[in-house]
Nanobody, 115 residues
Framework: QAQLVESGGGSVQPGGSLRLSCAASVSFFSAYTMGWYRQAPGKERELVASFTSGGSMHYVDSVKGRFTISRDNTKKTVSLQMNSLKPDDTAVYYC?????????WGQGTQVTVSS
């Protein structure tokens, strides 16, 4: 069993920044692909950014150049630095840990970008 706990969501004006963090209680954390997903009202959940065990990072086109994913295998954490936020970034953001057939989700944290 694993547990992922997100923190760092909140409300910000357009152009502002937020940093999301996810603490994982999972064995062999370094082997997992860690990711951040988001789901806006009325939309499907989408992958925002991921960080593989081999060190590869992936971003959805809409956040490239604005968001940065990082991980600390010693602390078992993954973070998402979000800069130049836009209203379209408003969503519930979820931390995800995936290893072969195993997948775990956090409870989600709300990010609201509004003037």
């Amino acid at each position: 069993q694993a547990q992922l706990v997100e923190s760092g969501g909140g409300s910000v004006q357009p152009g502002g920044s937020l940093r999301l963090s996810c603490a994982a209680s999972v064995s062999f954390f370094s082997a997992y692909t860690m990711g951040w997903y988001r789901q806006a009202p009325g939309k499907e959940r989408e992958l925002v950014a991921s960080f593989t065990s081999g060190g590869s990072m992936h971003y959805v086109d809409s956040v490239k150049g604005r968001f940065t994913i990082s991980r600390d295998n010693t602390k078992k954490t993954v973070s998402l630095q979000m800069n130049s936020l836009k209203p379209d970034d408003t969503a519930v953001y979820y931390c995800n840990a995936k290893l072969f057939e195993k997948a775990f989700w956090g409870q989600g944290t709300q990010v609201t970008v509004s003037s």
